[in-house]
């Protein structure tokens, strides 16, 4: 009787767990049919083995991938959640290959990509938090400015940083935004809106010989925090110089020596960082700071291209404040998404 509780009857009078093990019985062996009594199972799909080592070795060990030649350790870190594309393709290779050598060794970058990137694919997000920040690189070519300051204002952002600002588009955006930020500093090409007062507003250094950074302590209800707003130079990939990062690196090696000497215990960083937190060309940064995203986010928030996501470059990062949840928010007239996050800056009862 117990077992039987456990049965639920079909209309055929059939059990349906039974039903499902005989299918995927039938499917087993329909995979394997010929594979008995074949010796050569373990010695063909050699190279498949090979390469899904190689990759399983890639993904594991990337930080120690060299960046002499064209800075080939950090273009992959760029795009190295996407190397798990390749499992289910070696997966197929290795079944038509008959090759039980290849399906063993492509278990190993299987459960590599689970151990490194696992733990973004679900949802971490939690309803606390007490002050919502937003990033934005609106495009310097953007063809509707009011149009995306309107987008990223509906987020209910009380923070919000937009880079990529142009000196002819800089009013469009203030005036648009006037009616939900009552305070703002445009700093260069970088500028922010916040609800809450903003004092110590400065630019920051980050040796490009023009200004593509910002610091502001804002006066939010629970608490001052430093915030900081930066767009790092962009990267390049060509043929011939490969990931041409050159720039990029020596801006964000100076970006965190700015928020290493901050005063301030919390610190908020929103920005278009041109670069992955698995970019090791960022590590004076992402030392410092946690990702959002990373901590409290849903999925891996790719926020560029804005037409087909492939990479986070625009992040926000943070230190003494507790990520809650993170999002992108919906396409604007830039090539980039928005990011969003909530954060708790009263960690006093945490």
């Known amino acids: 009787m117990a077992q039987q509780a456990y049965m639920t009857e079909t209309d055929n009078g059939g059990r349906e767990p039974e039903r499902r093990t005989a299918r995927l019985r039938r499917l087993v062996r329909r995979l394997t049919a010929g594979w008995r009594g074949d010796r050569r199972i373990w010695r063909r799909g050699i190279v498949t083995a090979v390469v899904a080592v190689g990759l399983a070795v890639v993904m594991l060990a990337h930080a120690h991938i060299p960046n002499v030649v064209g800075n080939l350790g950090s273009l992959i870190e760029t795009f190295l959640p996407w ?6 393709v070696l997966l197929v290779v290795a079944l038509l290959r008959r090759s039980a050598t290849a399906l063993i060794a492509v278990v190993l970058p299987a459960v590599v990509w689970v151990n490194v990137f696992g733990g973004l694919v679900g949802d971490k997000t939690a309803g606390g938090g007490d002050l919502t920040v937003a990033t934005h690189n609106v495009n310097a070519g953007n063809a509707d400015p009011s149009g995306t300051a309107r987008d990223v204002a509906a987020s209910g952002a009380d923070v919000l940083a937009l880079e990529e600002l142009t000196a002819s588009a800089v009013p469009t955006y203030v005036k648009a935004l006037a009616a939900t930020y009552r305070y703002h500093s445009v700093q260069g090409t970088v500028g922010l809106w916040s609800k809450y007062p903003l004092s110590d507003v400065r630019p920051v250094d ?14 939010a209800p629970a608490g001052k925090v430093a915030v900081y707003v930066a767009h790092l130079p962009s990267v390049r990939v060509k043929l011939a110089a490969g990931f041409t990062a050159r720039q990029r690196d020596k801006s964000a090696d100076a970006l965190g020596e700015a928020i290493a000497d901050e005063t301030l215990t919390r610190v908020v960083l929103l920005g278009d960082l041109n670069g992955t937190m698995n970019d090791r060309a960022l590590n004076a940064v992402t030392s410092q700071l946690r990702s959002t995203q990373g901590a409290a986010g849903s999925g891996f928030g790719f926020s560029w291209p804005a037409a087909f996501p492939m990479a986070r470059i625009d992040q926000i990062l943070v230190k003494g404040v507790e990520p809650e949840s993170s999002w992108t928010l919906p396409e604007t007239g830039s090539d980039h998404l928005p990011v969003a996050a909530r954060v708790k800056v009263d960690t006093s009862s945490s």
């Open 83 to 88: 190397f798990g594309l390749l499992v289910p």
């Open 206 to 219: 980050i040796k490009l010989g023009w200004t593509r950074a910002m610091r502001a302590t804002v006066a």
